[in-house]
């Protein structure tokens, strides 16, 4: 079975400051793993994925994530906050033909 | 303009009713999936197309029927609209062999309301 567990469905953080936002899979087999981020009233959009190799992904806009297998993880990291981003980020897992969402989690940036 | 578009992008209609919402791509991409993102659940897989004239059903399909007769074209539709089928529908689509593995590309949404 395939599920994503985001932590924290809400998350502050202050212009400037290390953007954390947490994710957690189970799969049975090695996955295939994503973030996107949906803006208001837009669709989603790509930040970066993992399917095979280097175990710390870089994507758009400054992010990154570390695939941890050990720790079933893929938390999305970006150094500097902007207020560009703040929006829903979104992890995803896939097996097949399916795309299994977490519930989101809302990135507010304070200035 | 090259891409992904959805229509309508707000809809309002009343239990019962048969209701259509259409995606359409602008990329030849192979594969085409329908989402409906509700609070508190993320995005939920409705259906998806491999090609032409393939579809199967994804986690939560009842109340829902697709039909793919053209590449470009994937609309969904709603038989007998039900208040909990209010939510947000996403169509997106991608490329490559490997459905949900590959990066999928997303419209902007339709906002369905069934009073």
């Known amino acids: 079975a395939q599920s994503v567990t985001q932590l924290g469905s809400h998350v502050s953080v202050s212009e400037g400051a290390l953007v954390l936002l947490r994710c957690n899979y189970s799969?049975?087999?090695?996955?295939?793993l994503f973030w996107y981020v949906q803006y208001p009233n837009q669709g989603l959009q790509l930040l970066l994925k993992y399917t095979t190799g280097a175990t710390l992904v870089k994507g758009i806009n400054g992010f990154e994530a570390e695939f941890k297998k050990s720790e079933t993880s893929f938390h999305l990291t970006k150094p500097s906050a902007h207020m560009s981003d703040a929006a829903e980020y979104f992890c995803?897992?896939?097996?097949?033909?399916?795309?299994?969402f977490g519930t989101g989690t809302r990135l507010t940036v304070i200035p | 303009d090259a891409g992904i578009t959805q229509s309508p992008r707000y809809k309002i209609t009343e239990t019962g009713r048969q209701v259509t919402l259409m995606c359409h791509q602008t990329w030849s991409h192979s594969y085409m999936f329908w989402y409906r993102q509700d609070l508190g659940h993320g995005l939920r897989l409705i259906y998806y197309s491999a090609a032409a004239d393939i579809t199967d059903k994804g986690e939560v399909p009842d109340g829902y029927v697709v039909s793919r007769s053209k590449t470009e074209n994937f609309p969904l539709t709603l038989e007998s609209a039900t208040r909990s089928q209010t939510s947000v529908y996403f169509c997106a689509s991608s490329d490559g062999t490997s459905g949900a593995k590959e990066t999928q590309y997303f419209g902007p949404g339709t906002r369905l309301l069934v009073l």
């Open positions: 799969s049975s087999v090695p996955p295939y």
């Open positions: 995803a897992v896939s097996r097949a033909n399916n795309l299994f």
